[in-house]
């Protein structure tokens, strides 16, 4: 089996009006993970502070559980903050990620408000009830 070289985080931040964006490339993972939650709580720490977050992930290659962590952190710091968080150009691997660890949906909800929780019953990767079907 053969491993492709780590490609190290890189992070361009630019805070426009009450915009920040971030434009992430490379691997977000065990390695770089805390780069991406210090850039953006550094930056929800100034003033002015940010009223929106875009981070624009058309450049990730790899995003492993650390990375899956960081993303989560960072929209529990932008809903402390009040500030709105986007994940724009999401490629297929974060969107498959994010929809089999069911959390598409922190990612996809109105600012402020908490994400739908599954039901001990529910499949949140399907949006299908996991229990069995008593007619079958």
């Not at 490339?25 to 993970?33: F, M, S």
């Not at 929106?52 to 290659?61: E, I």
């Amino acid at each position: 089996m053969t491993h492709s070289p780590a490609t190290p985080l890189r992070l361009s931040c630019r805070h426009a009006d009450d915009t920040l964006r971030v434009e992430l490339r490379g691997d977000l993972d065990h390695r770089y993970a805390d780069l991406l939650v210090e850039a953006v709580s550094g930056a929800l720490a100034d003033q002015p502070r940010p009223r929106t977050v875009r981070l624009d992930c058309t450049g990730l290659t790899t995003v492993d559980p650390s990375g899956l962590s960081a993303l989560l952190m960072v929209r529990r710091r932008t809903d402390e903050a009040g500030a709105a968080l986007h994940l724009d150009g999401r490629p297929p691997q974060l969107e498959k990620l994010l929809e089999l660890t069911g959390t598409l949906a922190h990612f996809t909800a109105r600012p402020g408000t908490r994400a739908p929780q599954a039901g001990p019953a529910e499949d949140p990767a399907r949006g299908q009830s996991a229990a069995p079907d008593p007619s079958a």
